[in-house]
C-alpha cells in the first residue's frame, strides 16, 4: 500500500469514527456544522483566512507545565483518569491517539463562524469541500489533502525516550510515519521546568545489543536508556529536526512542534521523574506477530542517523533570516528537510505589512495584538476551556499568494507569530533531509 493509499484509507477510518461518536456525543465539539454554505461563506468572510478554535489534548502521561495559557482551573476537565492538558494542536485534521477514553475528535481543529456565535465547523471538512481553493493542487494532488499540523508541547518534567515509526515500520501497521520538527519560543518559556535539555539519538560507540539488553528489562526494571544516550541542553529562538526512527527524550521546555499528520511511537524508556510507563508503550505499534520482539523493536530505529557522530551538525537548526525590512522580519525555524517548514514572523510596533507566502499555512500569534487580515489577532492572556480566541489561523493559498495584510496596533510590543507549512512551501533552505 502506498502513502497515499494510506492517507485516504486513514481518513476514511477517521471519518467513520467521528460519524458514530456524533451519535453518541462522544465529542469534544458537540455542535459542529458541516454544510457547505455555511464553509463557503465563513471563508469568503474571511477572504480567504479562517480562525480557529484553540484545540487543548489531554496526555494520560507526564505533568502540565503550565504555559499554555490556559485557566488553572481547566487543566482537568477531561477527567483526571485522562490525565492533565499538556498540549494544543494547530491546523490539525487528524485526531490524537489517545486511548479507548479519548473523545473521537481530540486534537482536531475547528474553524470559528464568528465571534458572537460559537457555530464550528472541522477544518478536515473545509479541506473536504474547499479542496484546491484552500491547500492548493499540489497538495490536494499528492496527499488528498492537507498532510501536516503543528502544537505547542508542555510539560514540567522530560519526556520519556521515543522514537516515531519511519513511513516504513508505520505502514506495516496501516499507519504513517512522523517526522518532526523543534523550536523553541523564547516567549513561552519564562521558565524550563525540570529538565532544560533534549537527548537525541545514541553515543556513536553503543552496541545495539547494549539497546536490545536495556529494552528486554522493560517491563521488570529501569532501562536506564538515557545512560547511552546524548543530551544537548536546549537555546532559545532555535530547534532542531527530527527525523522519523531517531529516538529522542525531549526536555520540559515548551516546545512549539511541526510535524507529519501521525501520532505513532515507540517508548524505550520506562521510568521518567518517578513516573512509570506500562510494556505496551515500547510495542503498540508493531504488529501482533512481533509484539515483545525485541529484534523488531529494534528494526524501527534508523541506527545510522541515532549515532550519526555529527548529529547537530546535521540536525540543529539556527533561524534563517528570509526577509527583513522596516515594518517586518521573517525567519524560517524549521527547514531542512522535505516534509514540513515553520516560519517566525515580527512585525515592529505601529507597522503594517502585505506579507506573502507560496503556500497555506497554519499560524499561531504568541506576542503582542493587531490585525491579520480582517481578523483581529492578539496573544492572549488566560483562556478558559471551550472560549474562542483570536490567535490562530489558517490561511488558503490563495490568500497566501496574494499577500496577508499584518498591522501592530501596539506603540511598544512587537507582533509575533509562527506558521507552519507542508512540504510545497517555496523557498525552503536545505530541503533535503
Avoid at 490536494?140 to 501536516?148: D, F
Wanted: charged fraction near 30%; hydrophobic fraction near 35%; aromatic fraction near 12%.
Amino acid at each position: 500500500m502506498n502513502e497515499l493509499e494510506l492517507i485516504d484509507k486513514n481518513s476514511a477510518m477517521l471519518d467513520e469514527t467521528l460519524a458514530e461518536a456524533k451519535k453518541t456525543g462522544n465529542l469534544v465539539v458537540k455542535d459542529a456544522v458541516n454544510d457547505e454554505d455555511t464553509i463557503r461563506s465563513t471563508f469568503k468572510k474571511g477572504e480567504g483566512v479562517f480562525r480557529l478554535f484553540p484545540a487543548f489534548v489531554p496526555r494520560r502521561f507526564g505533568k502540565a507545565g503550565h504555559r499554555l495559557k490556559l485557566h488553572p482551573d481547566d487543566y482537568f476537565v477531561f477527567g483526571m483518569e485522562r490525565g492533565s492538558i499538556t498540549e494544543r494542536w494547530f491546523a490539525s485534521t487528524i485526531a490524537a491517539q489517545n486511548g479507548e477514553k479519548a473523545k473521537a475528535d481530540e486534537g482536531l481543529s475547528y474553524v470559528c463562524t464568528g465571534y458572537d456565535a460559537d457555530r464550528k465547523f472541522a477544518l478536515r471538512d473545509a479541506v473536504k469541500v474547499l479542496g484546491e481553493e484552500l491547500v492548493g493542487k499540489e497538495l490536494m494532488e499528492k496527499y488528498h489533502g492537507w498532510p501536516m499540523y503543528s502544537k505547542f508541547f508542555d510539560n514540567e518534567n522530560p519526556l520519556f525516550h521515543h522514537l516515531h515509526l519511519t513511513f516504513e515500520a508505520a505502514e506495516r501497521v496501516g499507519k504513517l510515519g512522523k517526522p518532526e520538527h523543534y523550536f523553541f519560543p523564547k516567549q513561552l518559556n519564562n521558565y524550563f521546568g525540570e529538565c532544560n535539555y533534549t537527548y537525541f539519538g545514541f553515543d556513536p560507540d553503543v552496541d545495539p545489543q547494549e539497546i536490545k539488553d536495556r529494552i528486554k528489562r522493560f517491563a521488570e526494571d529501569d532501562t536506564r536508556i538515557t545512560e547511552l544516550s546524548r543530551a544537548y541542553r536546549v537555546e532559545l529562538g532555535t530547534g532542531w529536526y527530527t527525523p522519523a526512527g531517531v529516538i529522542h527524550a525531549p526536555a520540559s521546555v515548551l516546545t512549539y512542534e511541526p510535524q507529519w499528520n501521525s501520532d505513532v511511537n515507540s517508548v524505550y524508556e520506562n521510568i521518567v521523574s518517578g513516573e512509570i510507563y506500562p510494556p505496551e508503550m515500547l510495542d503498540e505499534e508493531c504488529p501482533e506477530d512481533k509484539k515483545g520482539d525485541v529484534d523488531y523493536i529494534f528494526s524501527l530505529l534508523d541506527w545510522e542517523k541515532n549515532i550519526d557522530p555529527n548529529y547537530r551538525k546535521h540536525y540543529f537548526r539556527p533561524p534563517v533570516k528570509e526577509t527583513e525590512e522596516k515594518a517586518y522580519s521573517q525567519s524560517f525555524i524549521a527547514y531542512g528537510n522535505p516534509y514540513i517548514a515553520a516560519k517566525e514572523l515580527t512585525v515592529n510596533p505601529g507597522q503594517s505589512a502585505v506579507i506573502k507566502d507560496g503556500a497555506a499555512y497554519g499560524c499561531i500569534v504568541i506576542q503582542g495584538r493587531g490585525k491579520f487580515g480582517v481578523f483581529d489577532a492578539e496573544s492572549p492572556t488566560l483562556l478558559r476551556f471551550g472560549q474562542q480566541s483570536t490567535d490562530e489561523f489558517f490561511v488558503s493559498e490563495q490568500a497566501a499568494t496574494r499577500g496577508v495584510t499584518v498591522t501592530n496596533t501596539s506603540k511598544v510590543e512587537p507582533l509575533v507569530m509562527l506558521k507552519h507549512f507542508g512540504p510545497n512551501c517555496p523557498g525552503v533552505p536545505g530541503k533535503e533531509e
